[in-house]
């Protein structure tokens, strides 16, 4: 009876341990039904923006957006060295915070292992971090190069059934180089822009079981590489993107459009498939003021209907809206306000800058896991800072 006893405990020590370790080192994710458009290094602006970009890209998200929004930096210059966003769901906030202030004692009892698991079943616990650093060189007349690397990181984790723990997961890790040129045709009205990226990922999916803490427990350790099926790939994708300024009513300064990302689709190998995605829009920088402008973006991402079953229009619009005041240069101003609507969710954010030296910015937005746009939606918050650039 002793004997057992301690084994029981000794596996309720390894199931609690593992489990603590999974969510704190960011070794798991995501719920299997139902999965968001996963995008690559999906930036704060955007996202607060109602997940528009392509229609004006006139920073160094050209990289990922529209590498022909570029154009709108030609006669300036920075560089952005370590641009950070942390991305949580308000649930996993709330875990990582109890993790960190926790002084439980009993994570190595049966009664441990059972509260850990009871406080989050059904939680949405979820993270993101990006790092972006890039270089944005303008040599006027619509002439600009950016170029740059990310390493973005994504992770989703559901815990279910108190009676026989299980953890649906979900993993993605991306890392590359981006860069972009954008170069006027004609007399400048049309701006053309060539991007390339290459795209090395590690993702896993799949469902931890109690029978895999069980086994972990005797071997004191889990595999997470064969339990989540963690595949490994890399290629490279061509961007092409395309602006035509509007001559109507120029006090808008509005601009049409259109972008083929991940032109012919991307093969990663055992890691998956990137499909080619098409996008239109438009886009208008109204001046209120020397010291108020605005910006608006009306987009319609995915024309082909190539990343998702649902083939419905609201999933594929988006809409933001963004107040600047006092501008400091062509894309940054001292304060900015931001809001938008996309794939039937709201979204808002603000940021203030010095410059290109220091930024900081905040979101909050819906990302959808159902089958149609805005089915449900669960919240994100994206804090980032961006030092050291100039």
Do not use: C
């Amino acid at each position: 009876m002793i004997d057992t006893t301690s084994r029981l405990r000794t596996a309720a020590a390894w199931s609690a341990a593992t489990l603590t370790a999974l969510a704190l080192l960011l070794l798991a994710a995501a719920p299997a039904l139902g999965q968001p458009i996963r995008r690559i290094a999906q930036n704060p602006r955007g996202l607060a923006l109602g997940g528009t970009g392509m229609s004006y890209a006139d920073d160094e998200m050209g990289l990922y957006y529209n590498p022909a929004g570029l154009a709108a930096a030609s006669d300036t210059f920075w560089f952005e060295l370590l641009p950070l966003a942390l991305e949580a769901s308000p649930d996993g906030q709330e875990f990582i915070q109890d993790k960190l202030n926790s002084q439980d004692s009993d994570l190595g009892t049966l009664t441990g292992v059972a509260d850990l698991i009871q406080q989050n079943i059904g939680k949405d616990i979820h993270f993101r971090a990006l790092v972006y650093p890039t270089a944005v060189i303008g040599f006027g007349d619509g002439v600009t190069l950016g170029f740059g690397g990310y390493w973005e990181a994504e992770v989703d984790l559901l815990f279910r059934n108190l009676a026989t723990p299980e953890a649906d997961a979900f993993f993605r890790k991306d890392t590359g180089m981006a860069g972009a040129l954008s170069f006027p045709l004609g007399d400048g009205k049309f701006v053309m822009g060539l991007g390339v990226r290459t795209i090395d990922r590690t993702i896993g999916e799949g469902v931890i079981s109690s029978a895999d803490l069980a086994i972990a427990a005797a071997n004191n350790e889990l595999d997470l590489e064969q339990t989540l099926n963690v595949q490994e790939g890399t290629g490279t994708g061509y961007d092409l993107g395309m602006i035509m300024r509007l001559e109507a009513f120029p006090s808008l300064r509005s601009q049409l459009a259109l972008v083929v990302q991940n032109v012919g689709g991307v093969d990663l190998g055992k890691a998956g498939e990137i499909e080619q995605e098409i996008g239109i829009g438009w886009a208008a920088r109204p001046q209120f003021s020397s010291l108020v402008n605005g910006l608006i973006a009306i987009e319609y991402r995915d024309v082909a209907k190539a990343l998702t079953d649902d083939s419905s229009d609201d999933k594929r619009t988006h809409i933001g809206l963004e107040v600047g005041i006092i501008p400091l240069d062509n894309s940054t101003n001292l304060v900015t306000l931001r809001t938008g609507f996309g794939s039937g969710l709201f979204s808002w954010g603000f940021e203030l800058a010095f410059w290109h030296s220091f930024s900081i910015q905040f979101v909050s937005y819906g990302q959808e896991y159902g089958e149609v746009a805005g089915d449900d939606p669960r919240d994100r918050r994206i804090l980032q800072i961006n030092f050291l650039g100039f």
